[in-house]
T-cell receptor, first 116, second 112 residues
Framework: EAGVVQSPRYKIIEKKQPVAFWCNPI?????LYWYLQNLGQGPELLIR????????DSQLPKDRFSAERLKGVDSTLKIQPAELGDSAVYLC??????????????FGPGTRLTVL | GENVEQHPSTLSVQEGDSAVIKCTYS??????FPWYKQELGKGPQLIID?????GEKKDQRIAVTLNKTAKHFSLHITETQPEDSAVYFC???????????FGTGTRLTIIP
């Protein structure tokens, strides 16, 4: 089966500019996650979707970040305006379902954002 | 919320030797502990996981042990090979909010 697809793979922008990342999860996966990974750190959850509903966005900086998952498939993460500190890798992951019992999360290759 | 600590941050071993990476977690209610391998320019990939009702799990050269009382779990890689070189992350799931919390990673280098 095809893996999680993300685009673009790399993005360089100037501060205060907007930027958007796109993710296509594995077919049939209801749960979609966006993570932020700073250099030398583990991924940190930004938002989790169950189908088209954002069920956990507590870590999403809502003043500048927004996300959507129309029709419960593809998802877009947007930053407007970008700041220098937003430079990081943005990872998308998907799983069949979520839950405390644990369901394997499959990660995409990530988008490396550089803000100048 | 959950807090996961991982040690060491870097590890170099001779090819063929064993490597051990250790993690501790804070939330005694956590019940799922995956390990991910991340190669340069790629996303993390699950290599093995363990649930709280099991003390040990093995898959070929990789094994994970879990001590619920002490709240720590470890990854063991035997007969290391150059392709094992990567960054490894442990993680624990917070059953309260179903959020996967990652450790800070271990950069493993296999010396040929």
């Amino acid at each position: 089966e095809a893996g999680v697809v993300q685009s673009p793979r790399y993005k360089i922008i100037e501060k205060k500019q907007p930027v958007a990342f796109w993710c296509n999860p594995i077919s049939g996966h209801n749960t979609l996650y966006w993570y932020l990974q700073n250099l030398g750190q583990g991924p940190e959850l930004l938002i989790r979707y169950e189908n088209e509903e954002a069920v956990d966005d507590s870590q999403l900086p809502k003043d500048r970040f927004s996300a959507e998952r129309l029709k419960g498939v593809d998802s877009t993460l947007k930053i407007q305006p970008a700041e220098l500190g937003d430079s990081a890798v943005y990872l998308c992951a998907s799983s069949r379902t979520s839950g405390g019992s644990g369901n394997e999360q499959f990660f995409g290759p990530g988008t490396r954002l550089t803000v100048l | 919320g959950e807090n996961v600590e991982q040690h060491p941050s870097t590890l170099s071993v001779q090819e063929g030797d064993s490597a051990v990476i250790k993690c501790t977690y804070s939330d005694s209610a956590s019940n799922y502990f995956p390990w991910y391998k991340q190669e340069l320019g790629k996303g993390p990939q699950l290599i093995i996981d363990i649930r709280s009702n099991v003390g040990e799990k093995k898959d070929q050269r990789i094994a994970v042990t879990l001590n619920k009382t002490a709240k720590h779990f470890s990854l063991h890689i035997t007969e290391t090979q150059p392709e094992d070189s990567a960054v490894y992350f442990c993680a624990a799931i917070d059953v309260g909010n179903e959020k996967l919390t990652f450790g800070t990673g271990t950069r493993l280098t296999i010396i040929p």
